[in-house]
């Protein structure tokens, strides 16, 4: 999802999460503001799920046993790719942070970024193959 800044791209995010939640399905919400360092995403994503002793392929093998177990996909939202150390972080990391969940057809993945951002934060092939939605 792309929109300028202050059209509530957050707030639909966080609404969705909740809504998920209350209905019990699986849902995870990281925040772009978090992943602060340039290196790779999976470490940063673990530690703000405190489950930094994890492997990205652990978390991601857990996710879809609870998938499997809620008979619901689990829905991994990152809000706002372009704050913190987005711009240092997601062009060279994102198609690599999608592969490993592509591997599951349990997990979907939806992303945030501030339309100004977009191209400088995503990489050319997952803008030109993902589903885009702008608010």
Known sequence: MNGTAGMGKTHLFCDLALKRQKAGLPTVLLMGQRFVQP???WTQALQQLDLAQWSAGDFVGA?????QAANARVLVMIDALNEGAGRAI???HMSAF?????RSPW????VSVRSS???LVLPASVIATATRVTK
Do not use: G, T
């Open 98 to 102: 999608l592969k490993l969940i592509a």
């Open 63 to 67: 996710l879809e046993c609870v998938a």
């Open 39 to 41: 290196a790779e995403p």
């Open 90 to 92: 997601w062009p060279d």
């Open 117 to 119: 951002y977009e191209e």
């Open 107 to 110: 997990i979907a993945v939806a």
